[in-house]
């Protein structure tokens, strides 16, 4: 699986982008893909992930409310719409994949599951 991300750029406070992250290979239900940002000195955050069969997703409490997480089956498409920005989402945000095999799995925020990963796209929020 090959994941290449785009849509980042330099908005100002309050403002709003939308992230797309293009997967090749096999993709199917039992896959969870999330996106992920490191900003300036700062660790990995993960921000939201998403169950590509069932839809079921979860969300960091700092973009709950803000941020949107969706995909696209058919073109095997990943999304973030982010609104309401604010300079703390500044970063380097990745998608990112992995197998999983229960809509709980979600939750885990954490990352470091994930096994596929893209380059990144630079998100500045100012």
């Known amino acids: 699986v090959q994941l290449v991300e785009s849509g980042g750029g330099s908005v100002q406070a309050g403002g709003q982008l939308r992230l797309s992250c293009a997967a090749s290979?096999?993709?199917?239900?039992?896959?969870?893909m999330g996106w992920f940002r490191q900003g300036p000195g700062k660790e990995r955050e993960g921000v939201a992930v998403?169950?590509?069969?069932?839809?079921?997703?979860a969300y960091a409490d700092s973009v709950k409310g803000r941020f949107i997480v969706s995909r696209d089956n058919t073109k095997n498409m990943l999304y973030l719409q982010m609104n309401s920005l604010k300079p703390e989402d500044t970063g380097l945000y990745h998608c990112?994949?992995?197998?999983?095999?229960?809509?709980?799995?979600?939750?885990?925020?954490?990352?470091?599951?994930?096994?596929?990963w893209g380059h990144g796209t630079q998100v500045t929020v100012s």
């Open positions: 990112a994949a992995r197998m999983c095999w229960s809509d709980a799995e979600v939750f885990e925020l954490g990352g470091f599951r994930f096994i596929y």
């Open positions: 290979g096999s993709l199917h239900s039992n896959f969870c």
């Open positions: 998403i169950r590509f069969g069932s839809g079921a997703a």
